[in-house]
């Protein structure tokens, strides 16, 4: 009984300290998350636990994936979290990504967090050099990511230097070119600069458009053998099945699409691929082990899901989230079009308020200016003045000394008869009083002529003097009308706005425009790829003068060879999948 109530008391005391829940962090390309979950949750339970905290309805592009030993292992959805190989301290560490690339990246990713942590997986997976990526593309690359972080170039703003703390391009290739920080930063700040008017959605979207035509893009590749035992590289993704050589991850020797494929299976490290043909033989490799085999067989049988959902109309849900993207983009839209219309006008009324302040500046010089020439007229009519005044006053003296010069020739005619000798002598004196009186009234008129020409020249003065105040009062008067219309920051009323200008108003006519801009994008889509190319062209020019050909790594030479020949990764599928499966097969287990 007591051995009983102890074992009873033992189970209990078990049963209490079994914990009931566990921590887990969740490690997405952009931040990380840690939060309990229940014991008994399966892996469908965390994942869309995990779906449902992002707001993320494309799941089916998603998964758990943890580290085991030397590989990795995405989390199985029907069995309990804690049954799997997960790691076992707390909280565990299971990494949110991208189990499933699309196809066509803008036709398929429907959500704008879709696009978003494709974009951010992407981004890290060039910049760790996981995809090869040739220089030139990391450069256009760099500036759609700096355009998604900061949008619209500033040049107020974006000064040099903004970049120096970001990671934007990969050590590969910032140590294959003789170019500083700086010059880098010119460089992807000169392309940033050319994507003016986009979104930071449209911005992600341009660069998973350019780095879903990578070679390594969206592939996963394996170790495996084939029959004669050489070692030989299986890459699977949306695609299909790729095989390369152990050093080109670039180029594959043979490739064999989903559609092509019947069926799928392995048996302990032996994979085993039957094709759609019935009579072509089936191709079997090896892996090193049987987890690998596991990975692979998940991968292969989530791509081809895909591959054949991609070709079928697409489900209620999916038509559903379609239809709301496209609303949602349609709003946004016509609003970005609202705020670059008010913008505009914005712009507009700041240009005629500099304008008018510009105006009213000119006419405060004009009006200084007049101040001035009338101050300088005055003074200048009072020295007219002053210089009259003085020639009078010479005048006068002038005349009053030829009226003593005139008596004293009277005097001296008067004392003439005193005698012969002092007659001669007095005739000679008043012949010379008469030389001095007639110089004497000669430089009196000539007096009297510049005192008269010194009062017109004041008459003028005065004249100036009114005419310059007259243009003075004008000057005013100008001033006073235009200045009530340049109170602080004020807008004219012609060029007003008004906030009301943000509501939402959505017809069907923007529906109609939307779809015609959406043909019209179709249309040029062929052009724009011309762009890009050019685009591509010129950035390798401007920098290859500077590349130090010695630091090349097999991959940049692979793909130097490749772009040489005219080879792209589409041309090469699409040339190899034209070859019949049944020689595919042979040549594979002849490499």
């Known amino acids: 009984m007591a051995s009983a109530l102890a074992a009873k008391l033992g189970f209990n005391s078990l049963m209490r300290k079994q914990p009931r829940s566990f921590s887990v962090r969740i490690c997405t390309a952009e931040s990380d998350m840690e939060f309990s979950c229940e014991v008994k949750w399966k892996g469908k339970d965390l994942f869309d636990f995990v779906c449902r905290t992002l707001g993320l309805r494309e799941t089916w592009f998603f998964g758990l994936r943890y580290d085991v030993k030397d590989t990795v292992a995405w989390l199985k959805m029907e069995k309990k979290v804690l049954d799997q190989e997960v790691p076992k301290e707390e909280p565990i560490t299971l990494h ?7 196809e066509n990246a ?4 429907v959500q704008d967090i879709t696009q978003h942590l494709f974009f951010q997986q992407v981004k890290r997976k060039i910049l760790e050099e996981d995809i090869h990526c040739p220089p030139e593309a990391s450069v256009l690359l760099a500036s759609y990511a700096v355009h998604a972080k900061y949008e619209d170039y500033n040049p107020d703003v974006h000064k040099p230097g903004f970049l120096s703390e970001e990671e934007l391009l990969p050590e590969r290739v910032i140590n294959l070119y003789q170019m500083t920080a700086e010059m880098w930063e010119e460089r992807i700040t000169a392309c940033y600069a050319e994507h003016r008017g986009r979104t930071r959605d449209e911005a992600e979207m341009e660069y998973l458009k350019i780095a879903q035509d990578l070679d390594m893009y969206g592939v996963n590749y394996f170790f495996i053998r084939n029959k004669k035992g050489t070692d030989l590289l299986l890459g699977v993704d949306a695609l299909g099945l790729h095989i390369y050589e152990p050093d080109n991850r670039l180029t594959p020797k043979c490739s064999f699409p ?34 690998v085999n596991k990975l692979i067989l998940q991968l292969c049988i989530g791509n081809h899901d895909l591959f054949i959902r991609r070709r079928r109309v697409d489900s209620l849900e999916v038509q559903q989230m379609r239809s709301q993207a496209r609303e949602e983009r349609a709003r946004k839209q016509v609003e970005r079009q609202h705020l670059q219309r008010e913008k505009q006008l914005r712009e507009e ?9 510009r105006r009213l500046i000119q006419l405060q010089d004009e009006s200084h200016m007049a101040n001035d020439a009338l101050l300088r007229s005055e003074q200048t009519a009072d020295l007219l003045a002053e210089k009259a005044q003085i020639a009078e006053e010479e005048a006068k003296l002038l005349a009053q000394k030829a009226a003593e010069a005139e008596a004293e020739m009277q005097r001296i005619k008067a004392t003439a008869i005193r005698g012969q000798e002092e007659r001669r002598l007095m005739e000679q004196k008043m012949l010379e009083a008469e030389m001095l009186a007639l110089k004497m009234a000669e430089e009196s008129e000539r007096r009297a002529m510049e005192a008269e020409q010194l009062k017109q020249d004041l008459q003028e003065a005065k004249e100036s003097e009114r005419r310059a105040k007259h243009k003075l009062l004008e000057i005013t008067s100008r001033t006073v009308y235009a200045a009530p219309g340049l109170q602080s920051d004020s807008i004219p009323p012609e060029l007003s706005f008004s906030r009301e200008n943000l509501s939402f108003d959505f017809k069907d006519t923007d529906m109609k425009r939307l ?23 010129e950035l390798k020019t401007e920098i290859e003068s500077l590349k130090m050909k010695e630091r090349e790594t097999p991959l940049d030479i692979i793909h130097n060879q490749n772009a040489e020949q005219g080879t792209s990764k589409h041309s090469n599928f699409k040339k190899l999948t034209l070859q019949s499966t049944k020689s595919r097969v042979a040549f594979f287990e002849e490499l």
């Open 96 to 102: 949110f990504l991208a189990k499933f690339y699309p």
């Open 106 to 109: 803008e036709e398929e990713l």
């Open 258 to 291: 989903w559609n092509e494929i019947r069926n799928i299976s392995y048996s302990d490290k032996e994979f085993t691929i039957k094709p759609l043909d019935k009579k072509t033989n089936v191709f079997k490799f090896n892996s090193s082990r049987l987890r």
């Open 349 to 357: 009324a700041e240009r005629a308020r500099d304008e008018l302040k």
């Open 515 to 537: 779809s015609m801009e959406i043909e019209k994008e179709k249309v040029e889509y062929m052009e724009k790829s011309k762009h890009l190319q050019q685009q591509l062209n």
